[in-house]
Every structure is written in structure tokens, then in C-alpha cells.
């Protein structure tokens, strides 16, 4: 502007020019005042670092702190994008980083078609998900569907490579994930080599061995400690879930394996049918999971002529028993427990056919503390004393079974803790 000569130009000319001059210069300021620079911190910082990081110009935290070592990698950036090298990013420094990350990311994108993110579905989702599963990453059923577990699932991935955390499954993503396969194939059978290392079987061993193994004994299948380490008693057990549910009995926890047994393990315990937690144990004289025995062949094959069972009788009382046996205690107006107690083998018509069966067992256990059902909420608030706590009808009536004992005493300390609480509990001898 110094260069004109103000002068020689009309009043009207020279005010034209100078209102051009004022908003130039109000436009620099603004730009200048709206730079981000040393000092500087919140989420546009942090974008900045981000973007300047997968661009390869900067190697230090993602902090959103405007420091010395992000003003250096915006210096080289403006100098090999030929802006002025200030060290501030404002509108131009802005766009163009904005232009060079968004190209980085299409040729990303472009390069592979392996690159899975939230929304991809199909086989490559299914398998990255068994890849992640078999690195403990994830944790959900495998379902061919990227959603929002598998996007965490590879943001912890990512977190743990020191990748960029974005949730984006790309090529280099895929490669360390395979790398990190190979890694555990090597190593997970001690002076051997995994066979299925997309699988959980014999010989491995971590946190996810463990779920397994606490999933299997919530179903009755596994009756040792968890341990997190996969031998040959989780094996048989899991060959039993396997034969029972109609899935391949080789005893490797495949992706379809796992899902099943978390979906049933989910089950047992939304519906309190838990052999640890509804009461059903081996000194409870019910047939609980896992029981295998002749007065199991009973009940399928009792099962089995009401049409409720079409398996094999195997005389193992595995989820499909139980299940059937659920379906029948809901037909015969029975609380569906899928544990056959005393009054569940009466009604399959079972009471004369095993006498070494339910029946001796339940008359070992013959003093019953009964609560007479008032309301609805009778058996929900018994259960807040006696979690165990089920129905039953009889000439008595509906009442709520709180517990049966062999000795009459210990029947009556129930039944009088009961009272204490507001209960018109009995003892009664059935």
C-alpha cells in the first residue's frame, strides 16, 4: 500500500482503497487471533496432534497441549507445504492439514479392501472377531457385525500397539493382529506348536480360559476350580456341552461353541436356574445339571412321550433336559426352575417308576417350611430371606417352598426366621 500515490488519487478512490486496506488488516488480525499456538490446549489441539501424527510429523503425546514439540512438527509441516513457517496453525495451515489427513485416509482406505470399521458386516468381521477373541480383546458372540463391542475391541487392541485408537480396522491394524496370532500360536502349547489358534482348546491358557470354565460350571458341565488353563478336564467338558446342543464334540471352543455357552450361561442366570444359586445341588435330592444317571433316562424318556424331548436319551441332564423340563413345569402350571424337585417328578407320573430316584430323595427330606401365597408378591419377598425359594400347589393350596429338611428342627429355624420377618411360615410334613 505504501507504494500508491495517495496524492494523485481521488478523495473517492483514495477511500475506496482505504476501506480495502482496514479489511485486509482486520481479516489478518482475525486470523492471527484465531490461530492455535504455544499455549494453546482443548480438543482442536489435540485434533491438530492427531492429524500431524498420521502424517508422520509428530511423535509425541496425543495430550491436547499446545507445546514445543507440536510448534516444531507444525514448522516442518508448513515448510514442506511451503506456508509460512510460524509454528501457529491458522485458517491455511488448518485447511491444508485437514486435506493432507483426509488424503491419507482415502489412500488408506483405497490400498486394502480389507479395512473394517462400525457398520462392515460379512466373513472378514466374523474373523476379526475370533482373532480378537483369541487375543482377549474381545469378549461379545461373533456375529459377521462390526458394531460398537468390536469397535472397543479394536480400539484396545490399538491402544495396546501404541496405534492410532480409532476403532478403523485398516492394513496396519490387520498386520499386527495377525502378527500378534502367530506370536500366540508359537507359544501357547508349551513344546508344541496351536493347531486352531482362531480357537480356544487344549493348551491354552488366560483370562479367557477362565470365563470358559466359570461359564461351564454355571451350566453344570465343569465341576473342577477354574484356573484359566485348558486341559483335559475342560475339555471333556466342553465335548458334553458340545454333544448336548448338537454342535461337533471335539472339544475346541470355536467361535459358534463359545456363543452357545455364554448364551446359556446368560440364561441360567436371568432365569435363577443355577446350580449354585437355585438351591439344586447333589444333596438336594433334585436332579440338577450335570447329574448323569438312570433317573435321568427316566425323565428324558417321560420327556420324550409328552413330545418336550427329541434328543437322544443319554441319561446326562444337560441344558436341553433342562430346558425341557422347564417347558413341561410351565405346561403342568409348575415354577419353571428346569430342576426336577419332588413335586416335578410327580407330575412327569415318574413316583413309582425309579424307587432309588427323586422320590426316596425328597423323602429324606420330608419337613417342609411352606409360606402360604397372600398376593403376587409373596414368593419375591420370601426370596429376599430364601433366594432358593420356589412354588408349589397341593391340597394345601399355592404356597411358597421355602426349603425342605431332613431333621425337623432345622425346619423350624427356618420357618421361625421366617416369622421374625413378618411370614405366616409352617413346618409342614409331606
Do not use: H
Request: charged share 15%; hydrophobic share 35%.
Amino acid at each position: 500500500m505504501n507504494k500508491w500515490n495517495w496524492q494523485k488519487l481521488s478523495s473517492g478512490a483514495a477511500m475506496r482503497l482505504l476501506s480495502v486496506a482496514l479489511t485486509l488488516a482486520v481479516i489478518n488480525f482475525a486470523e492471527q487471533a484465531l490461530a492455535l499456538g504455544r499455549g494453546n490446549s482443548g480438543p482442536q489441539v489435540t485434533s491438530v496432534q492427531r492429524c500431524l501424527q498420521k502424517l508422520g510429523y509428530y511423535n509425541g503425546p496425543i495430550n491436547g497441549n499446545f507445546g514445543p514439540l507440536t510448534e516444531n512438527a507444525v514448522k516442518k509441516f508448513q515448510q514442506a507445504k511451503k506456508i509460512s513457517a510460524i509454528g501457529q496453525v491458522g485458517p491455511q495451515t488448518q485447511r491444508s492439514l485437514q486435506a493432507a489427513c483426509q488424503s491419507k485416509q482415502s489412500r488408506g482406505n483405497t490400498s486394502t479392501s480389507n479395512v473394517l470399521k462400525v457398520g462392515s458386516r460379512g466373513s472378514a468381521v466374523t474373523q476379526l472377531q475370533k482373532y480378537l477373541r483369541t487375543l482377549g480383546y474381545f469378549n461379545g458372540p461373533v456375529t459377521g457385525y462390526f458394531g460398537q463391542e468390536t469397535q472397543q475391541a479394536v480400539i484396545r487392541f490399538q491402544q495396546s500397539k501404541k496405534l492410532q485408537a480409532d476403532g478403523v480396522a485398516g492394513g496396519n491394524t490387520l498386520k499386527l493382529i495377525r502378527a500378534s496370532l502367530a506370536s500366540k500360536s508359537n507359544n501357547a502349547v508349551v513344546g508344541g506348536v496351536d493347531n486352531y489358534p482362531n480357537a480356544w482348546n487344549e493348551g491354552d491358557a488366560g483370562s479367557q480360559v477362565l470365563q470358559l470354565q466359570r461359564n461351564l460350571a454355571k451350566l453344570g458341565y465343569f465341576q473342577a476350580t477354574p484356573t484359566g488353563n485348558f486341559g483335559s478336564v475342560t475339555k471333556d467338558a466342553v465335548v458334553r456341552f458340545q454333544r448336548d446342543n448338537g454342535l461337533t464334540a471335539n472339544g475346541i471352543v470355536d467361535g459358534q461353541t463359545w456363543t452357545a455357552i455364554a448364551t446359556n450361561a446368560n440364561y441360567v442366570n436371568v432365569n435363577n436356574v443355577n446350580v449354585n444359586n437355585s438351591g439344586c445341588s447333589p444333596t438336594s435330592g433334585f436332579i440338577c445339571l450335570g447329574e448323569n444317571s438312570p433317573r435321568v433316562v427316566a425323565v428324558q424318556q417321560s420327556l420324550r412321550q409328552k413330545g418336550l424331548f427329541n434328543r437322544d436319551i443319554t441319561g446326562y441332564y444337560g441344558t436341553e433336559t433342562r430346558d425341557a423340563v422347564a417347558q413341561f413345569q410351565q405346561t403342568a402350571r409348575l415354577n419353571p426352575t428346569g430342576v426336577v424337585d419332588f413335586q416335578t417328578w410327580q407330575a412327569l407320573g415318574l413316583t413309582n417308576s425309579n424307587p432309588t430316584g427323586v422320590q426316596n430323595s425328597a423323602v429324606e427330606n420330608r419337613y417342609v417350611v411352606i409360606v402360604p401365597i397372600r398376593d403376587a408378591n409373596t414368593l419375591d419377598q420370601v426370596r429376599q430371606f430364601v433366594p432358593q425359594a420356589f412354588t408349589m400347589r397341593s391340597n394345601l393350596g399355592e404356597y411358597v417352598n421355602a426349603g425342605a429338611f431332613r431333621d425337623r428342627s432345622e425346619a423350624e429355624k427356618r420357618s421361625s426366621q421366617l416369622r421374625d420377618r413378618g411370614f405366616d411360615a409352617r413346618v409342614e410334613y409331606f
